[in-house]
């Protein structure tokens, strides 16, 4: 059986046979090796144009990778993948998804090439055991993904997978699932969440898209609740959002944008501390809040 199709075969089967699978695979992640506990970040993407953009987000995104050291590779879960079950992309070269429309052209003339990892595919399958991680040869990066690891990276040198999420889970699912995957940050692996905690497009104000740091006031108060939140450690009260009140409820209508900084909260470890980036509203309703955590 030529490796591809083998690699097809272990990804249907159930974990436990998959696991023996994985084993007949000497040597296969050697280059996941042990290493410093790396940090993670959630992401805050936002207007895609943020892509071909020099602004306080894209410098912010910039001066927060000179703080990272440099992985090995990077599993992100973008808020644009979601599927029934979950999956890891496992391609060599991953492509370009741009996921949107009506945009100039100079953003879908963007392109990140950065390589896939299927040792970090095979290696996030073998770790997570609360779901069976299906191998995924279809998808690519989105534009949660490469619009903002490309200022983080933008030699495209560092290899890239995604996480999809699965939308027939509740919040609890999506914080545990995140958990599972905290062996990966030692063996020099960057973790991303990339979505918006305040993300609500039927109530944006387009017009007011340029004008710096326009909010109203539910979108202010939701996005102070939930930095505070954050920065205290309330991992109880994030995973359950939707009874922190009006504003929370209004500012995450649907969960996908969401649900990416459930998996990086889960993550954090007792001796490790949330700082806050990137802290800005724009067009209304919509938020550019990011987070590192790290060693405190």
Known sequence: MERKDFLKAIAILPLGAAAMKLNTLHGLTDSLAPTERMPVLFLGHGNPMNAIDDNVFTRGFQSMAQTLPKPRAILCISAHWETKGTFVTAMEHPKTIHDFGGFPQALFDVQYPAPG???????????????QVGLNEDWGLDHGCWTVVKFLYPNADIPVIEMSMDYTKGPEYHYALGKELSELRRKGVLIIGSGNTVHNLRLAAWDKMMVPGYAFDWATTANEKLKHLITDGDHKSLIRYDQLGKE????????????????????????????????GLVAGSLNMMSVKIDRA
């Open 248 to 279: 929370i409820q209004m500012s995450i209508p649907t969960p996908e944008h969401y649900l990416p900084l459930l998996y990086i909260l889960g993550l954090q470890e007792k001796d490790e501390r949330a700082t806050i980036f990137n802290d």
């Open 117 to 131: 990892s299927l040792d970090l595919a095979l290696e996030t399958q073998k770790l997570v055991s609360s779901a």
